[in-house]
């Protein structure tokens, strides 16, 4: 069975032509469409003033001037701005205490509560770093006004006595705080999973119409069809990292060949996998919910937004069985750390186990086909 035979066959099919060629590239275009400010500014947060005054006011000044929020509106109550909170009117709300400004003054630090919502998780931790920044900045004016007040004529010293300490925070390895780099980076490789998985199931499912697999069909007959689309999948994978870090000009400290060997690994992990799924079946639509039950969860458990280290068992034994977990971890320590290939590499050692899936599909072909 040719190379080009089997593609000209995939090209005829056009749920299978769609899934290689052009769905693929419309949902990650899409993704990067909605991720492509890159950087979160401006997010509406609203104001509970129970002091309602002067020093109150500057305090929401310091909030509004930073890049990150904006003060969108002014609620009488709690109950009013979390209301507006719910209604997706807000982001969150900040609830400034009555006798703020006596507190400041004698030095009790007043209550200032910052309510947002938690499940967005990157939203909220912009949110808490915007308004710890705004805090300190305005602790620094109040301390350093209150330096000066008692007589020292210096402003420099009024202000070292306010910040005995200063820091400097860099965030390493995305350096602009770039929120496209950080999750785009991750949601590809997990939307290409997903097309290997489905293309996969597809394909088989195409020789199934077509009558391919007859009574005496076996594994062996089986990887030759399964070759054919590995230059595909690998051909997708290479172009959405050169278009990430070559177009779109994020930073990359590895080697594009080391990617590309540990992708290729993953695409032949994902479509043993696949395979696996279909045969058990042998019905395209079963084998498709059992690829989506498992490939679902792909960007949750990577352990980029979330730390591994903080999920559950069943969560960790989940994440074992994605490939694109493993090659995730290799494609970090590639574009962020610059490690060696030895070490990347090592990363996709997990994956070795994958080898168990394509002795269980000598066994599982010919039974099922044979039925």
């Given at each position: 069975m040719g190379l080009f035979s089997e593609w000209?066959?995939?090209?005829?099919?056009?749920?299978?032509f769609a899934s290689l060629t052009w769905a693929p590239i419309l949902v990650v275009g899409l993704v990067w469409w909605i991720f492509s400010s890159s950087i979160a500014r401006d997010l509406p947060v609203g104001i509970v003033d129970h002091e309602s005054s002067a020093m109150?006011?500057?305090?929401?000044?310091?909030?509004?001037?930073?890049?990150t929020l904006t003060v969108s509106g002014y609620y009488p109550s709690e109950q009013e701005a979390a209301k507006a909170l719910r209604g997706?009117?807000?982001?969150?709300?900040?609830?400034?205490?009555?006798?703020?400004?006596?507190?400041v003054y004698l030095s009790n630090p007043p209550q200032v509560s910052v309510l947002y919502n938690s499940q967005f998780i990157l939203v909220g931790k912009l949110i808490n770093s915007a308004v710890l920044k705004a805090t300190g900045t305005f602790d620094v004016m109040v301390e350093t006004g209150k330096n000066l007040s008692k007589g020292n004529a210096l402003t420099k010293s009024a202000l070292g006595q306010a910040v005995s300490v200063q820091t400097?925070?860099?965030?390493?390895?995305?350096?602009n705080s770039n929120y496209a780099q950080f999750l785009v980076s991750a949601i590809v490789p997990a939307i290409w999973q997903i097309t290997i998985f489905v293309s996969t199931i597809l394909a088989l499912g195409m020789h199934q119409r077509l009558g391919t697999f007859s009574r005496d069909f076996t594994a062996k007959q089986l990887f030759p069809i399964l070759a054919c689309y590995v230059p595909i999948f690998l051909g997708l994978g290479v172009a959405f990292l050169l278009w990430m870090y070559g177009v779109l000009g994020w930073p990359?400290?590895?080697?594009?060949?080391?990617?590309?060997?540990?992708?290729?690994?993953?695409?032949?992990?994902c479509m043993l996998v696949a395979a696996l799924f279909?045969?058990?079946?042998?019905d395209p639509a079963r084998a498709m919910s059992l690829a989506a039950a498992l490939t679902a969860p792909s960007f949750a458990f990577m352990g980029v937004t979330f730390p591994a280290t903080?999920?559950?068992?069943?969560?960790?034994?989940?994440?074992?069985l994605l490939p694109i977990s493993h090659y995730i971890e290799m494609q970090i320590s590639q574009v962020s750390y610059g490690a060696d290939a030895i070490t990347s590499i090592s990363h996709l050692t997990p994956m070795l186990a994958y080898l168990l899936v394509a002795v269980l599909l000598y066994r599982v072909v010919p039974k099922k086909v044979a039925q």
């Amino acid at each position: 069975m040719g190379l080009f035979s089997e593609w000209r066959r995939a090209w005829q099919d056009k749920w299978l032509f769609a899934s290689l060629t052009w769905a693929p590239i419309l949902v990650v275009g899409l993704v990067w469409w909605i991720f492509s400010s890159s950087i979160a500014r401006d997010l509406p947060v609203g104001i509970v003033d129970h002091e309602s005054s002067a020093m109150s006011a500057e305090f929401v000044r310091f909030l509004d001037a930073t890049d990150t929020l904006t003060v969108s509106g002014y609620y009488p109550s709690e109950q009013e701005a979390a209301k507006a909170l719910r209604g997706g009117d807000i982001y969150a709300y900040v609830s400034i205490p009555l006798d703020f400004d006596r507190d400041v003054y004698l030095s009790n630090p007043p209550q200032v509560s910052v309510l947002y919502n938690s499940q967005f998780i990157l939203v909220g931790k912009l949110i808490n770093s915007a308004v710890l920044k705004a805090t300190g900045t305005f602790d620094v004016m109040v301390e350093t006004g209150k330096n000066l007040s008692k007589g020292n004529a210096l402003t420099k010293s009024a202000l070292g006595q306010a910040v005995s300490v200063q820091t400097q925070i860099t965030p390493l390895f995305n350096l602009n705080s770039n929120y496209a780099q950080f999750l785009v980076s991750a949601i590809v490789p997990a939307i290409w999973q997903i097309t290997i998985f489905v293309s996969t199931i597809l394909a088989l499912g195409m020789h199934q119409r077509l009558g391919t697999f007859s009574r005496d069909f076996t594994a062996k007959q089986l990887f030759p069809i399964l070759a054919c689309y590995v230059p595909i999948f690998l051909g997708l994978g290479v172009a959405f990292l050169l278009w990430m870090y070559g177009v779109l000009g994020w930073p990359m400290q590895g080697s594009f060949l080391v990617l590309t060997l540990g992708q290729l690994i993953t695409v032949i992990a994902c479509m043993l996998v696949a395979a696996l799924f279909f045969f058990v079946t042998m019905d395209p639509a079963r084998a498709m919910s059992l690829a989506a039950a498992l490939t679902a969860p792909s960007f949750a458990f990577m352990g980029v937004t979330f730390p591994a280290t903080d999920m559950n068992h069943l969560a960790l034994i989940w994440r074992s069985l994605l490939p694109i977990s493993h090659y995730i971890e290799m494609q970090i320590s590639q574009v962020s750390y610059g490690a060696d290939a030895i070490t990347s590499i090592s990363h996709l050692t997990p994956m070795l186990a994958y080898l168990l899936v394509a002795v269980l599909l000598y066994r599982v072909v010919p039974k099922k086909v044979a039925q």
